[in-house]
């Protein structure tokens, strides 16, 4: 199988975070930080080392303010739940994913909330400009997707960021499809918090995800519970990272994450590269099919997520044929219908091809050659 799902999620996993995690579940079967023995706390230096890692690399304030989730998905709703309150008004960009519209929709139709959602421009970018026109003394948060997963286009978030900054807005940036490809931290993006899964950029595995919390940035917490601190006390602790960490860590997770983003961290810039150009060369491969449109204007900056709509077969049928021809790719809207109703696409969907660490130009040949020949006027 020739696997283009990264945007999903990466796989293959290095053979290392496969390592990490089976030698927790052979080796270290304590709960970290519940107890004093020497299990339990091993499994929590691993953790440690995880949480310093990240905080090094995403410029958090120290390391506790890398908070571990369940999901990005979990790690978005905490940031957005947890700084919202009733009257106030947030703005987001036309691609968010449905990890960040449905909590804001479903405020806003309770009334709680009322949502400013940020037309692109033709390259499918928001303009500084009008980020700062759509401020009001009520606007409590600002949440942007680094970039799309649909397009794979690059928000210029660091601009945008800028443009908030004489008005005090905090700025949320998902960053699901970009942290371990580009350069995602407090600093150079200029956000307040940033939400990444563990299981895609950072070849970490299911079940992982991570909210950096900048300087002064503390949302209420969603789920409250044990933490083995403060045992005494029923009220939830308020230092981090345990605020946030209620129940028992996934260490096997966490342990697969330290070392997926170890590997991924220290190889940024050569990933970056490598998938950009296997992105680019698809693409450019794919534009010269008869038949075929490929989402996302040429001259936006992107990552490696190349969708395309054919125009004479339904994109999921199109994935299902390649699937027997054995690729893995997505169709549908990916949950992310606002970017599809921008593009013309929520009736059609479309089919995605998202490149990893471990495809090759062989990858990108035989893709668009299956593609051609299902497209050929007899097949379709």
């Known amino acids: 199988m020739i696997y283009l799902d990264n945007a999903a999620t990466s796989f293959p996993k290095p053979p290392m975070v496969v390592r990490a995690m089976a030698g927790t579940l052979q080796k270290l079967g304590g709960n970290p930080g519940r107890s004093g023995h020497a299990l339990s706390l091993c499994g929590g230096r691993i953790i440690q080392r995880c949480r310093e890692l990240l905080a090094e690399a995403f410029d958090a304030p120290a390391p506790e303010n890398v908070i571990f989730f369940p999901s990005c998905t979990e790690a978005l709703n905490t940031a957005i739940r947890g700084t919202l309150c009733e009257g106030d008004e947030v703005i987001c960009s036309h691609a968010e994913h449905n990890a960040v519209m449905r909590v804001l929709k479903g405020l806003e139709e309770q009334g709680s909330i009322r949502v400013r959602t940020l037309a692109p421009n033709s390259l499918g970018l928001i303009a500084p400009e009008a980020l700062a026109a759509a401020v009001t003394p009520r606007t409590a948060l600002c949440v942007i997707c680094h970039a799309s997963n649909v397009t794979g286009v690059v928000q210029p978030v660091q601009q945008l960021s800028r443009a908030l900054k004489p008005y005090g807005v905090p700025l949320l940036v998902d960053a699901a499809q970009t942290a371990g490809i580009l350069d995602v931290s407090l600093s150079s993006l200029g956000a307040d918090m940033i939400a990444m899964p563990g299981h895609k950029g950072l070849l970490g595995p299911h079940g992982t995800g991570v909210l950096v919390l900048g300087r002064g940035m503390l949302p209420r917490p969603l ?158």
């Open 223 to 380: 789920v409250v519970g044990g933490t083995g601190s403060q045992s005494e006390s029923m009220i939830q602790p308020k230092q981090l990272p345990d605020r946030y960490e209620s129940g028992t860590a996934n260490l096997p997770g966490i342990a697969g994450l330290l070392a997926g983003a170890r590997f991924a961290l220290s190889h940024r810039e050569e990933i970056e590269q490598y998938e950009d150009s296997l992105a680019r060369d698809l693409r450019t491969r794919l534009s010269a099919l008869r038949g075929v449109r490929v989402l996302g204007h040429p001259a936006a900056p992107k990552v490696g997520v190349v969708s395309f709509v054919p125009t004479a077969m339904d994109a999921g049928e199109l994935c299902d044929a390649l699937a027997g021809e054995g690729f893995a790719l997505r169709a549908g809207l990916h949950c992310a219908p606002s970017v599809h109703q921008w593009l013309g696409t929520l009736h059609t969907g479309a089919c995605r091809a998202s490149v990893g660490i471990y495809n090759t130009e062989s990858d990108v040949e035989m893709l668009t050659a299956a593609v051609g020949r299902l497209l050929s006027p007899g097949r379709a």
